[in-house]
C-alpha cells in the first residue's frame, strides 16, 4: 500500500470510530430524556404510553389518601386531572393545594405511576413547567398567578 492509501484508510477509520461514537452517545441521550406534560395533554393522550415522563401542576384538596407507604393523589392543572400512585416517602413540603411534579409512567388502569416526587421549595416557587401548564390552563386564580416563578426570576 502506499503511504497516501495507508493515510486515507487511518482517516476513514477514524471518522468510522468518531461516528460510530456519536451515534450511541445520541442514543444514550435521547433514551435519557424525561419530557414534562400537564394534566390536560395527559388527559389528551399526548404522553407517551410505556415511557418515563415528568407531569406537574397542583395536588387537588381532599385527594391524598396515605396506604402504609403508598399514597395516592390527584394532580391538576385546574382544567383537567390526573391521578397518581406513589410508593415512598414524600417531600416534607408536600400538601394539598401545592405545587407538585411526579416522574413516572401510565399504568394500564390510567393511574400515573410515580417513582419520583418533588415538591416546590418555598411559597413563591413552583416549577417553571408546572407554571407554564397552569397558566395555559386560563383558570388560574389571582393568588397563584401572582406567587408563580417563571425560570427562576420572580
Do not use: C, W
Amino acid at each position: 500500500m502506499k503511504p497516501r492509501q495507508k493515510r486515507a484508510m487511518i482517516i476513514v477509520g477514524v471518522l468510522s470510530a468518531v461516528g460510530v461514537a456519536v451515534a450511541l452517545v445520541l442514543n444514550a441521550f435521547n433514551s435519557n430524556l424525561v419530557f414534562f406534560y400537564s394534566p390536560t395533554q395527559v388527559a389528551a393522550n399526548e404522553a407517551p404510553q410505556g415511557r418515563t415522563f415528568r407531569i406537574g401542576g397542583l395536588v387537588e384538596e381532599g385527594t391524598v389518601a396515605r396506604e402504609g407507604v403508598t399514597v395516592r393523589f390527584v394532580v391538576t392543572d385546574t382544567a383537567k386531572t390526573v391521578p397518581v400512585r406513589y410508593t415512598g416517602i414524600l417531600p416534607d413540603l408536600f400538601k394539598e393545594g401545592k405545587g407538585v411534579v411526579a416522574q413516572g409512567q401510565i399504568g394500564p388502569d390510567g393511574v400515573f405511576v410515580a417513582r419520583e416526587v418533588l415538591a416546590k421549595h418555598d411559597e413563591n416557587y413552583m416549577p417553571p413547567e408546572a407554571a407554564e401548564a397552569l397558566k395555559n390552563a386560563g383558570k388560574t386564580s389571582t393568588h397563584n398567578a401572582s406567587t408563580l416563578v417563571v425560570e427562576g426570576k420572580k
